[in-house]
T-cell receptor, first 111, second 113 residues
Framework: RKEVEQDPGPFNVPEGATVAFNCTYS??????FFWYRQDCRKEPKLLMS???SGNEDGRFTAQLNRASQYISLLIRDSKLSDSATYLC????????????FGDGTTLTVKP | DTEVTQTPKHLVMGMTNKKSLKCEQH?????MYWYKQKAKKPPELMFV???????INESVPSRFSPECPNSSLLNLHLHALQPEDSALYLC????????????FGSGTQLSVL
């Protein structure tokens, strides 16, 4: 079993739709959680850190459920510019410096 | 300045060449990383430097040799690469190795002929 698993996608949604991605992690000694966005042939860019209390940034909401060991990303009112690959990233207390990436979920927002 | 700068952006090299990738950050970050990314795959960790010392080597072949001359610079020396080493090489930095918030450079697209 992979340490971090994501919905494989692809997700194809119309503009204005709400879409949610999930990511599960297997190591309970987890420390930090992030969502990154990566456009085609570009570097990953930090989208959001994820906290147990949940956090929101405009149309994006991230949630962490430690008991069930998953994190989620909700995108409301999807825009064409949201089309990208979304990477779930987890770091573990036991291995400082080693962030584990999920395989990514590809989102395509269509007009 | 929240930028990580990588050079060159593109590199084509033969299997007998020696080349170097360079990375620079001026955010005062004390951890720097090299990742390798193949198409449609997530980034794969190669090396971590923490306070200018190599702290993680993910069993990378010796034809890849990292170097951290100072806290702002990170190099990756390449020698006798194989065609399967062709990939996007990403440098990243973070405040320190315990903080997982990574800032990536735009990468070097490497082709080995």
């Amino acid at each position: 079993r992979k340490e971090v698993e994501q919905d494989p996608g692809p997700f194809n949604v119309p503009e204005g739709a709400t879409v949610a991605f999930n990511c599960t992690y297997s190591n309970s000694a987890s420390q930090s959680f992030f969502w990154y966005r990566q456009d085609c042939r570009k570097e990953p860019k930090l989208l959001m850190s994820v906290y147990s209390s949940g956090n929101e940034d405009g149309r994006f909401t991230a949630q962490l459920n430690r008991a069930s060991q998953y994190i989620s990303l909700l995108i409301r009112d999807s825009k064409l510019s949201d089309s990208a690959t979304y990477l779930c990233v987890v770091t573990f207390n036991t291995n400082a410096g080693k962030s584990t990436f999920g395989d990514g979920t590809t989102l395509t927002v269509k007009p | 300045d929240t930028e990580v700068t990588q050079t060159p952006k593109h590199l084509v090299m033969g299997m007998t060449n020696k080349k170097s990738l360079k990375c620079e950050q001026h955010m005062g970050h004390r951890a720097m990383y090299w990742y390798k990314q193949k198409a449609k795959k997530p980034p794969e960790l190669m090396f971590v430097y923490s306070y200018e010392k190599l702290s993680i080597n993910e069993s990378v072949p010796s034809r890849f040799s990292p170097e951290c001359p100072n806290s702002s610079l990170l190099n990756l020396h390449l020698h006798a690469l194989q065609p399967e080493d062709s990939a996007l090489y990403l440098c990243a930095s973070s405040q320190d190795a315990t903080v997982g918030k990574l800032f990536f450079g735009s990468g070097t697209q490497l082709s080995v002929l």
